[in-house]
């Protein structure tokens, strides 16, 4: 009676395992059939299963995080192949305008005899080749702040005098520009170990931001925990466009002779320096705010 019983069980736990192993085995075949789906698809369902095997669970759960990473690199992807074609109409257009306002003076200039006019023409196609020249040189330093490999070159930084002299090297375009600047700094220095060139042009480029935009004013404030602020009227400008300021190639058409990469390369220097940049609207007004964490 015995061996009968002990072959039943026997039994009885070889249909349990095949019943289980045929359940696993249509539970695979569900995730392949809805990780091909999720994967020929563009959609943001994840896959589902009615068991509850724990393991079979598990490797979909483990599937989801990676299709949701998967579609994240691929929005982050179709999003950069429409920037690039942007920047490529926008760059072509840049340097097409200018070019050929050069060679129509030429035309002028190879058909007239008139020396005043002449002058004149020079003094256009000089304009025109300084807003080529500018272009060329914005894109090389784009280029150079954005493929660069290694870390910068830390060491410590006193914001207060970087603040300081960064403003006094813009003072004079800002005063020709009507705007009289106002500094506000903390009785006591802040400093973070920062790349000094790499920040040096990142004020730059806010500062010269604010001379392209500023309603007439500008106000520059070093908070004692390390935070910059650039603030000014502008009334040329709305939420929509101040949301798209750190745009590659990205230009407002108030910002008169802007390349569009000033700003980009601010967000790009200041983000390999371990900060964070961001810019806000409100009220008619731009802010826009550099942090750098921690303390030295």
């Not at 695979?28 to 059939?33: E, N, P, Q, S, Y």
């Not at 004020?203 to 070093?222: E, I, P, Q, R, T």
């Amino acid at each position: 009676m015995l061996p009968w019983l002990l072959c039943a069980l026997l039994l009885a736990a070889v249909l349990a395992l095949v019943f289980r192993l045929r359940l696993l085995q249509k539970a695979l075949d569900d995730i392949a059939a809805q990780l091909g789906d999720r994967l020929s698809s563009d959609t943001n369902s994840p896959i589902f299963l009615p068991t509850r095997d724990p393991h079979a669970r598990g490797l979909a759960a483990e599937l989801n995080v990676q299709l949701k990473e998967l579609r994240r690199q691929r929005l982050r992807y179709e999003n950069g192949d429409r920037e690039l074609k942007e920047a490529v109409a926008n760059v072509s257009h840049d340097l097409r305008t200018p070019l050929t306002a050069i060679c129509g003076y030429l035309e002028l200039m190879e058909r007239g005899d008139n020396p005043p006019e002449q002058a004149r023409y020079l003094a256009l196609m000089a304009d025109r080749a300084e807003a080529m020249r500018q272009l060329s040189e914005e894109l090389l330093r784009y280029s150079v702040a954005a493929s660069m490999d290694e870390a910068p070159a830390l060491e410590p930084v006193d914001l207060n005098a970087a603040v300081e002299e960064a403003v006094a090297s813009f003072y004079g375009a800002l005063v020709e520009g009507g705007i009289t600047p106002s500094v506000s700094l903390p009785e006591g220095r802040v400093v973070r170990k920062l790349d000094r060139a790499a920040l040096s042009r990142v004020l730059g480029n806010l500062l010269a931001n604010a001379l392209k935009y500023s309603g007439g004013d500008l106000d520059v404030v070093l908070a004692p925990d390390g935070a910059i602020t650039l603030s000014n009227a502008a009334p040329g400008l709305d939420e929509v466009q101040v949301g798209r300021l750190f745009d590659r190639f990205y230009t407002v058409e108030a910002g008169r002779g802007s390349t569009g990469l000033g700003l980009s390369i601010a967000r790009t220097l200041t983000e390999r320096m371990g900060g964070a940049i961001t810019a806000r609207y409100a009220a008619g007004r731009l802010s826009v705010s550099l942090q750098f964490p921690g303390t030295y």
